[in-house]
């Protein structure tokens, strides 16, 4: 039956294709595709996990055996028993090697993935007592997950799945079946993972437009809908799924005619996309011949590549945390950074990169099992610059590497979150610190502008402090907005009063870039903001001359450059601010 889930349209572009669940766990579970020739090893893997916890059982029970009724009452015993009927159960052992073999899973994900499938029959058995076993079966695959703890993990391989319905016969049989990911949510490190694999699209239960999963999905330039609340318990494994992420809607197994109307759609889109290449070596020039600068933001140094192919002129935010997360606590070291930060700076082949220290915290841990959970509020808590100067020797390691890697190209360090003049002088500090370091150990390093990021209300309230100390200045406007308006922007329930047009932020960004330019300083935009097309003609009224964005965008932000009168739309622009309801009059223009 068809149906429709709604929720946040965060990155745009119409897919279809079969739905790859994650189920959640209790424990940390990977999920990432196998080579086929790891099969019997990962088979394996869940095979030794299942014996240990089978013997664990078979202990307690030669234990318990030898106890009177009070300390072993006969109802244990018999949990033991279900407890080992169900590791043994031939439909969970076979979904699981079902799911390694013919999906290429790595062991957790194919072992969550058939608790899953085996959790649903539970829950559509009439008895009350065989319902209630779920929580069992539920309890002995966390043993069994546990059990296998600490295994290495196999290199990533694509995988495309096997088509066996109907609706096949709409698409091109020379062209593998898409996969969808849906999950309750993603950290950061997991987007991370999947970017290198072969998901057509994503669908989350949580997260709003700006939250770290939906940003990472539109530098991966593939459509997502975010927020969608119990899209990972209605979707089952393998249903069809389209996902409309320009209307923020997913629907679930689609009938042929709704499937043909979303492949014509699919592939208005992609010629659309090809009228834009055309833009590719055209400068950025506006109507009354204002030069625009549309630079990207990347998060791994091979990303680099993508920028330069997108046609950016530099890239305007690098953010380094991506390069210390996933990592089980452990950081990476000088040389290591050094070598990521050197390898973006040469891949952008002479153009400027602009390097923001780490800003981790609230909804980017350094992991999935480090969630920060002794905080009420980690959103205004210990993150970014921060913690970076909370722990000195890891600041000065990560400025050491930035400034290493500037000696082969033009660098920017960029400081996330400052808010007080004190916090400015320290960080100057241990800037020259840094370079005192590399002087006395006889290393070369380059020049780097400094810059600031204006993301907290009281920043951009203070900026005569800011533009005293530092060379250009970066407009966060992601967390402005969040700031600002006192909202959660990884919070779905809260996301309808995310708005980049309130009067409040909008004061505060145009406020910014007049400060800045009466200064002669540089101001850049490299907040969602920058990427979004519907206010590019706002940013440019505002005098805004600098844009950074995922490079999925820039071509589309081009094309409103090039269309624009910068001048005309000065005017405009003040009366936009003005108005008690921005986006109304903008939908009026």
């Given at each position: 039956m068809t149906f429709a889930i709604h929720g946040l349209a965060v990155a745009r572009g119409i897919a279809i294709g079969r739905a790859v669940l994650v189920a959640s766990s209790r424990v940390d579970v990977a999920h990432y595709f196998i080579e086929p020739s790891r099969v019997d090893a990962e088979i394996d893997r869940v095979r030794l996990g299942r014996n240990t916890v089978v013997e664990e059982i078979q202990r307690l029970q030669a234990s318990i055996a030898h106890m009177g009724p009070k300390e072993a009452p006969h109802e244990l015993s018999a949990l033991l028993d279900v407890h080992l009927m169900l590791l043994q159960d031939e439909e969970l052992v076979g979904g699981v090697k079902h799911w390694i073999t013919d999906r290429l899973y790595n062991a957790e994900w194919a072992l969550t993935t058939q608790l899953e499938v085996i959790a649903r029959q539970f829950d559509e058995m009439e008895d009350e007592y065989l319902r209630e076993r779920k929580a069992d079966l539920e309890q002995i695959v966390e043993k069994v997950?546990?059990?296998?703890?600490?295994?290495?993990?196999?290199v990533v391989a694509p995988v495309r799945a096997s088509r066996t319905s109907q609706q096949d016969l709409l698409l091109d049989d020379t062209v593998d079946v898409p996969l969808i990911l849906i999950a309750h949510d993603l950290s950061p490190a997991d987007m991370l993972q999947f970017k290198k694999s072969v998901f057509a699209g994503f669908i989350t239960d949580v997260g709003g437009k700006t939250s770290h999963t939906a940003i990472v999905a539109r530098s991966m330039d593939i459509p997502a809908v975010v927020g969608a609340r119990v899209s990972s318990q209605l979707v089952r494994q393998d249903d069809w799924v389209i996902i409309d992420g320009d209307a923020g809607v997913v629907v679930v197994d689609p009938s042929p005619i709704i499937l043909a109307e979303y492949g014509f759609k699919q592939r208005?889109?992609?010629?659309?996309?090809g009228r834009l290449t055309r833009l590719l070596h055209t400068p950025a020039v506006t109507m009354d011949g204002q030069k625009i600068e549309l630079l990207a933001n990347i998060e791994m140094p091979e990303d680099a590549l993508s920028a330069v192919k997108a046609g950016a002129v530099g890239v305007g935010l690098f953010r380094s945390e991506f390069l210390f997360m996933g990592r089980q606590g452990k950081l990476p070291n000088e040389e290591e950074q050094?070598?990521?930060y050197k390898r973006a700076i040469e891949g952008m082949q002479g153009?400027?990169?602009?390097?923001?220290t780490v800003d981790v915290g609230a909804d980017k841990p350094l992991d999935k099992s480090l969630q920060d959970e002794a905080h009420l509020n980690p959103a205004l808590g210990l993150r970014a610059i921060r913690w970076s100067l909370?722990?000195?020797?890891m600041f000065l390691t990560q400025l050491r590497a930035i400034l290493r890697a500037a000696a082969h190209g033009q660098a920017k360090l960029l400081i996330p979150m400052l808010v007080h003049a004190s916090e400015i002088r320290q960080t100057l500090a241990l800037i020259d610190h840094a370079r005192a370091e590399l002087d006395n150990r006889g290393i070369a390093y380059g020049a780097v502008k400094i810059g600031a990021m204006i993301e907290i209300p009281a920043a951009a309230l203070t900026l005569k402090v800011f533009l005293k100390y530092f060379d250009f200045l970066s407009i966060g406007t992601n967390d402005l907005i969040q700031y600002t308006l006192a909202i959660d922007r990884a919070d779905e329930s809260v996301a309808h009063l995310y708005d980049p047009l309130h009067p409040a932020v909008l004061r505060?960004?145009?406020?910014t870039i007049a400060e800045a330019q009466a200064q002669g300083k540089e101001v850049s935009v490299c907040g969602e903001?920058?990427?979004?097309?519907?206010l590019t003609r706002l940013l440019l009224g505002m005098g805004l001359r600098s844009f950074s964005m995922h490079p999925a965008q820039i071509l589309a932000v081009k094309q409103e450059v090039l269309r624009a009168d910068a001048g005309k739309l000065a005017v405009w622009a003040e009366e936009v601010m003005a108005d008690d309801e921005p986006g109304q009059r903008m939908t009026r223009h």
């Open positions: 997950l546990r059990a296998m703890k600490g295994v290495a993990s196999p208005q889109l992609e010629l659309e996309r050094y070598q990521a153009l400027p990169v602009t390097i923001r909370a722990d000195p020797a505060l960004v145009a406020g903001m920058a990427g979004d097309t519907t």
